[in-house]
């Protein structure tokens, strides 16, 4: 690359008359750098500037990969769950008459429900 005189100015860097790109990086990379500036003692004005790197493009990737990690984050917290299916039989149908109101559970999960409110009863608490 040359450097071209136009009027009293240089343009550096430029060839055939369009402005040179800086290299491209992956997000494995972006994430080093940005580790290296959190690490370093030179705000990111500095640290960019000495490396060369458009302030823009490393705020870019640093609000991008703490959206990545965030959401990283909420996919390994909802892995952490483990559905256990039920095997009591799902024609189970429990019926609690109440004198003024009768009520009727069906399905597998009737008999727990049932065990759940006479605990509350017994124990006086609410829920």
Known sequence: MRAKTV???EQAGRANGRKR??????AVQWARIIEAQRHSDRTVVE???RRGIAKATFWYW???LAI??????????????????????????????????R???D?????????AIVARV????QG
């Open 103 to 105: 009520v009727q559970l």
């Open 68 to 101: 990545i990690e965030k959401q990283r984050g909420v996919a390994r917290r909802a892995q952490s769950f483990l559905a256990v299916p039920l095997v009591a039989p799902v024609t189970e149908r429990i019926e609690v008459d109440l004198g003024a109101m």
């Open 62 to 64: 640093r609000k991008r």
């Open 21 to 26: 790109r800086g290299a491209r990086h992956t």
């Open 7 to 9: 009027g009293r100015i």
């Open 122 to 125: 017994e124990t006086g608490t």
């Open 107 to 115: 399905g597998s999960g009737a008999a727990r429900v049932v065990d």
């Open 47 to 49: 640290f960019c500037r």
